[in-house]
C-alpha cells in the first residue's frame, strides 16, 4: 500500500470517527449498538496487521448484508423503532463490516461515504452543538477523503504504479481544506438563514422511560427500580433583575394531577377546559392582578415540548409567545394546542409566591380534591390525625409537611412493584421514597384530614449559570409537590427532604468542573437561541435587523460621499470656476452610493479574489518550477513526432516514449526519474 493508500485509510477512519461519535451523542442508540460498534472500530486498526485475515473475513461479507437486511427487517416489524433510529442502525452495521474486512481504494472511499451518512443520520435525531462541531470537522476530513482518493486512483492507473509525488499534493490539500472551510461556514450561515429549522425526531423524556428522572404528567407509584439522573437539559428560565430571582420561590409549576386510585394520580378536568385567544401583540390576558402583589417578568425556553405543557413559575398574569392559542383548565393549567417540532420561548408576568388562583369551584373543593382510594386508609388516617393535631388548615398541613420532611429518608429507589398500597409501605415499612412518595402520602393525609388537596409536577430549583444570566432547569430536576387549600387561597407544600447540590468551596476540582459544566451549558443555550428556535419569526426579525444596519451603513456612506462630493465641487471651483464639475463625476457618485448599498457584496467578492489569486499563485509556482533540462527534453521528443498530451503525467509521457524506442529507455526512465526529483524532491 502506497503513501496515497495510506493517506486515504486514514481520511475514511476520521469520517467513521465522526459519524460514529455523532451517534454516540444522540441518546437514541440504545443496547449494543455502540458498544458493537466501538468494539470492532478499535479492532479494525489490529486486523490491519493481519491481511490473510482480513481476506478470509471479506468472504463472509454477503453473509453479513444479509444478516443486515434481517436486523433491518426486525428493527422495523418487532423492535418498532422510528425511521430515523433503523437508518442509524443499518449504517452502523453496515460500517463495521467494511471496517474489519480487507480495505482497497474503494473500500476505503465507502467507508468514509458511511460515515457522512452516520453524520447525516445523527443530526436528524439531535439538534445539540456538538453536531455543529463535528459538521465542522467534516470539511477539511472529507476534502482528505476525496483529495486521496483521486491521488491513488491516478497512481493505481499508472504504467509503473509509481506513486504521485506527495509534498506538493499535500499541499494543495492544505490549501483547499483552508479555502473550502470558510465557503463552507458562509453558504451554511445562509442555508440557516433562508430556511427556518425542525427538530426532528425529538427524543420523549419521561418517568416512564425506563427508569429516567425526567419531567411527565403520569404519576405513577406502581414503578420499582432505581431512578437514574437524567442531565439533559429541559429548560432555562431568565430574570429582569437579580431583585425578581430573588423572590422567586424555585418551583416551575407544569400539570396537575388530582385523583388517585391508590397506585397512581390522573387529572379528572383534562377535557373542562376555556380557551384564550392572543391580541394583535401576541399577548394572552390570564387574569387580571387581584391583590396588586408584586410581580415576576421572566422569559422562558423549552426544549421539551412534548407534553404541550407551558410551565409557570407563579400564578401567571400575561404570557406572550408565538402561539395561535392556548387552552385553561379548571385546575389553572395551561397548554398550546398544536404539536411543536421546535423548542417554544416566551415571557411571562406573573406573581412570585403563593397562588391566586381564582377561587375553585365548591363542589370540586367538595369532591375532586377531597377523592380518596377505597381501601388501605386506617393506619394513613391514624398517623395523620396524630400528626396534624388542631388548628386552622395551613396550620395542620405545615404539621404534616414538617413530619414527612424530618422522619423520611430521600431515595432514588421506588420500591417493590406490585404493591397493593405504595403509600402505606413507604409510611410504615421503607421509610424512603422518591419525591413522588412523599407527595403522594402528604395529600392523602391532607385530604383524610379534610383538606382539599391536588398534586403538581413541574422543576424544582435547577441551577443558576452565570454566563447566561438564566436558570438551567435538568430533567433530574423534576419535581413533585402539594398545593392544598387552606379556605382563602391554594398553598405550596413540599415534603420531600430532597438536599440541593452546591458548589464546594475547598475543592479546586469540583470548581474547575463547574465552570466548564457552565460553559458548555452556555455554548448550547446560545445555540438553541440562534439555531434550533430560528423559526420563520426570527427570521423575519433578523432580515428586518440586517436590512436596518445596511440603511445605517449606506447612510453613513452617502454623508461622507457627499461631503467629498462637496469639498472637491469646492476646491474645482477655487482652481476654475470657469470649468464646471462633469456629469460624469456625478453619475460615478451615484453608482457608489447604489453598489454600496449591499455591504454583504465585500465579503463575497474578497472571497472570491483570495480563491482567485491562490489558484493563480500555484499554477505559476508549478509552471515556474519546470527545469530546463526537461522542457528541453520535451521539445527534442516533439521534433521527433512524439509530442506530450496536456492531460498526460511525466511518468505516462515516459512509458509511451520507452515504447517508441526501446533502445533509449535507460535514458528516458533516468531523465523522468530527474525531472520528479527536482521538481518534487525537497532540494
Known sequence: MNNAHKLLLYAA?????????????????????????WALFTLSFLLDRYPKEQARLRHWETSGVILLIAITV???????????????????????????????????????????????????????????????????????????????????????????PQRPLKKLYAGISLTALPMNIAMTAAVFFLFPRLTFNVRVPGFANAGHSAYTDQMNLAQSGAVSQDASVAAWMGFNSDEQRQQWNGYLRGSIQDTFDGRQWANSHE???????????????VQPNPTKSPTLHVSLTLLNTTKNTLFTPGTPLQITAPLDALERTRGEELHWTKQLQHPLRYQMLCLAHERHDPPPDPTRLETIYRQLPKSGLTRIRALAEQVAGTGSNAERAHALEGYLRSHYRYSLNYGESGLENPIQAFLFESHAGFCLH??????????????????????????????????????????AWVEAWDGNQWITLDPSPRATIEAGEGSMQRLWSLRFRQTWDYLQYQWNRLIVEYDLYAQLRAWEKLRSRSDRVSASWSRWLSHWNHAHRSKTSNVSSSEPVTSSTESFFQRMKAWIRWPQTFFILALLLS????????????????????????????????EKKPTETAEEFSHRARAKWPTLASHIRQTTQDYYRLRFGKK
Request: proline letters at 3%.
Open 13 to 37: 477512519r476520521g469520517l467513521a470517527l465522526i459519524g460514529l461519535v455523532a451517534l454516540s451523542f444522540t441518546e437514541d442508540m440504545t443496547g449494543f449498538w455502540l458498544p458493537w460498534s
Open 438 to 479: 412523599f407527595a403522594s402520602a402528604l395529600a392523602i393525609m391532607l385530604r383524610l384530614e379534610g383538606i382539599p388537596s391536588r398534586m403538581v409536577a413541574g422543576y424544582y430549583h435547577g441551577q443558576w449559570n452565570t454566563l447566561a444570566q438564566q436558570v438551567i432547569f435538568r430533567e433530574q430536576d423534576a419535581h
Open 271 to 285: 377535557e373542562d377546559t376555556a380557551r384564550l385567544m392572543a391580541d394583535h401583540n401576541g399577548i394572552f390576558v
Open 611 to 642: 480563491v482567485s489569486f491562490y489558484a493563480a499563485r500555484y499554477s505559476a509556482k508549478n509552471d515556474s518550477e519546470v527545469p530546463a533540462f526537461y522542457t528541453q527534453f520535451l521539445r527534442r521528443m516533439a521534433q521527433q513526432g512524439l
Open 74 to 164: 426486525a428493527d422495523i416489524a418487532f423492535l418498532k423503532n422510528s425511521v430515523f433510529v433503523v437508518v442509524a442502525h443499518f449504517l452502523l452495521f453496515l460500517q463495521t463490516l467494511k471496517l474489519i474486512g480487507l480495505k482497497e481504494r474503494k473500500d476505503s472511499f465507502q467507508i468514509g461515504l458511511i460515515g457522512f451518512f452516520q453524520l447525516l443520520a445523527a443530526c436528524t435525531l439531535s439538534a445539540d452543538i456538538t453536531q455543529a462541531i463535528l459538521l465542522i470537522l467534516l470539511i477539511p476530513v472529507a476534502t482528505a477523503l476525496l483529495f486521496w482518493n483521486y491521488a491513488a486512483r491516478v497512481s493505481e492507473e499508472s504504467p509503473t504504479g509509481s506513486p504521485w
